[in-house]
């Protein structure tokens, strides 16, 4: 069950508070304290390539397309 399919079915059992708690106990994805999927890009939510310097938490690909916009120079 992929991340979005419980969000969906969730979005479903909306009336139902009772069975919703219950499909929330047994299906939610559990929240990462380390690993590669604790630390996702905030732009478009990749997890790998993250850079976490100055704050920025961007993967590389949101971080070239921002990069002068945020004040980096680019040095070749």
């Known amino acids: 069950m992929t991340a979005s399919d419980w969000r969906k079915i969730l979005k479903q059992l909306k009336n139902k508070p009772a069975i919703r708690d219950k499909f929330l106990k047994h299906n939610k994805p559990k929240e990462r304290k380390i690993g590669i999927s ?16 100055y704050g920025l938490n961007l993967c590389r690909h949101c971080f070239r397309e921002l990069a002068e916009e945020i004040g980096f120079e680019k040095y070749s």
Request: aromatic share 6%; net charge positive; with cysteine.
């Open 38 to 53: 604790a630390k996702k890009c905030e732009r478009c939510g990749r997890f790998g390539a993250h850079i976490k310097s």
